[in-house]
């Protein structure tokens, strides 16, 4: 099977400016949960998404959204891009189920915003 | 507000020795555990997770042990190989959720 795709891999952007981030699940997989990791707060829980709706939301502003499609990938955009907002933006997928399931990683997104 | 932390920055060990990798929690409705391991520029590689209805959970070369009164998890990896060398996150959850909290990481260096 393969895995969480993530494109692009790699993005600079500059201040101001917006951006948007896609995601691939693996086959089967419906939740998708993103995440950012920058050195100063590790990695943070940004939202998650199940069929086609936000089911969870991290302590982020408002600039960050994302949304779902009916084939369960995902998008992320962020926007008015402050310096801060660098970082590697990870997707990772899940089935669903009623107990935790355990969320599979893509290789990311590096963000650099100059 | 860190509510999983791992207060070992870096941890070296001999070749086929054990590696012991420690993570401590403070929120106690967290009931599923996991371990990722990582590579700079990578995404985590998921490699072992527990449920809080268990104090053990064991495989191949790598076991979790959870302690829920000391809110206290840890990873060992036996033997261990240079190839274990990478950066180590705990992460937990709640039933039901799909949001992970990790701790800050542990580098963890074998040494041949």
């Known amino acids: 099977k393969a895995g969480v795709t993530q494109t692009p891999r790699y993005l600079i952007k500059t201040r101001g400016q917006q951006v948007t981030l896609s995601c691939s699940p693996i086959?089967?997989?419906?939740?998708v949960s993103w995440y950012q990791q920058t050195p100063g707060q590790g990695l943070q829980f940004l939202f998650e998404?199940?069929?086609?709706?936000?089911?969870n939301k991290g302590n982020f502003p408002g600039r960050f959204s994302g949304r779902q499609f009916s084939n369960s990938r995902s998008e992320m955009n962020v926007s008015t891009l402050e310096l801060g907002d660098s970082a590697l933006y990870l997707c990772?997928?899940?089935?669903?189920?009623?107990?935790?399931?355990?969320?599979?990683f893509g290789p990311g997104t590096r963000l650099t915003v100059l | 507000d860190q509510q999983v932390k791992q207060n070992s920055p870096s941890l070296s060990v001999q070749e086929g020795r054990i590696s012991i990798l420690n993570c401590d929690y403070t929120?106690?409705?967290?009931?599923?555990f996991l371990w990722y391991k990582k590579y700079p520029a990578e995404g985590p590689t998921f490699l072992i997770s527990?449920?809080?209805?268990?104090d053990k959970n064991e495989d191949g070369r790598f076991t979790v042990f959870l302690n829920k009164s000391a809110k206290h998890l840890s990873l060992h990896i036996v033997p261990s190989q240079p190839g274990d060398s990478a950066v180590y996150f705990c992460?937990?959850?709640?039933?039901?959720?799909?949001?992970?909290?990790f701790g800050t990481g542990t580098r963890l260096t074998v040494i041949p």
């Open positions: 990772a997928s899940s089935l669903p189920v009623g107990a935790s399931s355990t969320q599979y």
């Open positions: 086959s089967g997989h419906r939740s």
């Open positions: 998404y199940f069929s086609e709706t936000q089911r």
């Open positions: 929120n106690s409705m967290f009931d599923y």
């Open positions: 527990i449920s809080s209805i268990k």
């Open positions: 992460a937990a959850t709640q039933t039901g959720a799909n949001n992970l909290f």
